[in-house]
Nanobody, 115 residues
Framework: QVQLVESGGGLAQAGGSLRLSCTASRITLSINVFSWYRQAPGKQRELVAA???????NYADSVKGRVAISRDNAKNTVYLQMNSLKPEDTAVYYCYAKTIVRDYWGQGTQVTVSS
């Protein structure tokens, strides 16, 4: 069964950095789009960043200039480098992978930014 396993979350101070990773295991199809979403308490899940198979990226306005998404196709892994963290970045971050057949979600990793 395909699994998306996230890592790299944790506690950071405002202005600090974190790097999230997500690896898709037991997947045989190409991942067309890798994305990171986040959900803060009491809020809807929102797209943070996405990267397609051609490495084109897009970012939420709230993170532009502070966040970079990248992928390693050989490892079926996507990364999210987050810099200049703000308390409002506090959320559970979810990895998402889209193939031609179906979509997959990770279980989420908590990111907490203290002021």
């Amino acid at each position: 069964q395909v699994q998306l396993v996230e890592s790299g979350g944790g506690l950071a101070q405002a202005g600090g950095s974190l790097r999230l990773s997500c690896t898709a295991s037991r997947i045989t199809l190409s991942i067309n789009v890798f994305s990171w979403y986040r959900q803060a308490p009491g809020k809807q899940r929102e797209l943070v960043a996405a990267i397609n198979s051609g490495s084109s990226t897009n970012y939420a306005d709230s993170v532009k200039g502070r966040v970079a998404i990248s992928r390693d196709n050989a490892k079926n892994t996507v990364y999210l480098q987050m810099n200049s963290l703000k308390p409002e970045d506090t959320a559970v971050y979810y990895c998402y992978a889209k193939t031609i057949v179906r979509d997959y979600w990770g279980q989420g990793t908590q990111v907490t930014v203290s002021s």
